[in-house]
């Protein structure tokens, strides 16, 4: 899942265009649903609970209207690798 670190820096239309074209369905459906996702990552946080992202991390709910990020570590056993050791 090498894809989801270029994720972090893209805006919200960016990451809904992308979803649109791997997924297959328009880019209005697409926006439709990043939105959905961070209004529910956000319901969660603001109500005291965790909230992951695979692949990127997990919002922690921190004091008065803030959080904290908790990035995903790539496990470092598939980092030294090599291509001819991966196929």
């Known amino acids: ?3 989801a670190y270029d994720l972090v820096c893209m805006k ?3 990451l ?7 997924s297959h369905i328009s880019q209005g459906a697409a926006a439709d649903e990043v939105d959905r996702i ?7 946080v603001r ?3 965790p909230a992951s ?3 990127l991390g997990t919002f922690r709910p921190g004091g008065d209207r803030d959080f904290q990020f908790e990035r995903e570590v790539a496990p470092s056993s598939r980092a030294g ?7």
């Open 81 to 87: 690798k090599s291509k001819k050791a991966s196929r």
């Open 12 to 14: 919200k239309e960016q």
């Open 38 to 44: 961070l209004n529910n990552l956000l319901q969660r």
């Open 1 to 3: 899942m090498a894809w």
């Open 53 to 55: 992202l695979p692949g």
């Open 16 to 22: 809904a265009r992308r979803l649109a074209k791997e």
């Open 47 to 49: 109500k005291g609970q």
